[in-house]
């Protein structure tokens, strides 16, 4: 277990190294304060090698899957010595965030799409003797997330 802690940590350098290369372009530096300003995202971004840009995507992927390990190893130790329960709270601030986002029409997705959401399906399946009901849930929120954002 603690070989895939040593493996998140290397998978978080790596993402970090990988966040500078989106972050340092030849005409500056990229700020997330510059989404809002597209003259400033357009210079620094102007002549910008998408080699780079494609090279700090794929080593992103490849460190976010050497972190999860780590998540892993931790969830592991929690579910020895905590509630295992305790986990799901994100996933219901996650659940519940979405439904909000979505009904206020704060995301591009049509409102009827709060729907698609893990707690209901997952309530609705709850009386059930179904096994994996939160990986169905979840299954039914990003198909019916894919098929809203058509």
């Not at 277990?1 to 040593?6: F, G, H, N, Q, V």
């Not at 592991?76 to 994100?90: H, L, T």
């Not at 029409?105 to 409102?111: C, Q, S, Y």
Request: glycine share 6%; net charge positive.
């Amino acid at each position: 277990m603690k070989i895939l802690l040593i493996i998140a940590c290397i998978g978080h350098i790596i993402c970090g190294i990988t966040d500078c290369m989106l972050a340092y372009m030849k005409n500056g530096k990229f700020e997330f304060s510059d989404v809002k300003d597209n003259e400033k995202m357009k210079r620094v971004f102007d002549g910008a090698s998408l080699r780079q840009i494609e090279l700090a995507m794929l080593i992103g992927v490849f460190a976010i899957f050497l972190a999860s390990l780590g998540y892993i190893s931790v969830s592991k130790m929690i579910m020895e010595n905590s509630p295992a329960a305790i986990e799901y709270v994100g996933l219901l601030v996650f659940d519940v965030l979405l439904f909000i986002m979505v009904i206020t029409g704060k995301t591009n997705l049509p409102r009827w799409a709060c729907v698609f959401n893990t707690l209901p399906a997952f309530l609705i399946m709850t009386p059930t003797k179904v096994p994996a009901k939160g990986n169905i849930a979840n299954a039914f929120m990003f198909l019916g997330l894919t098929i809203a954002s058509w």
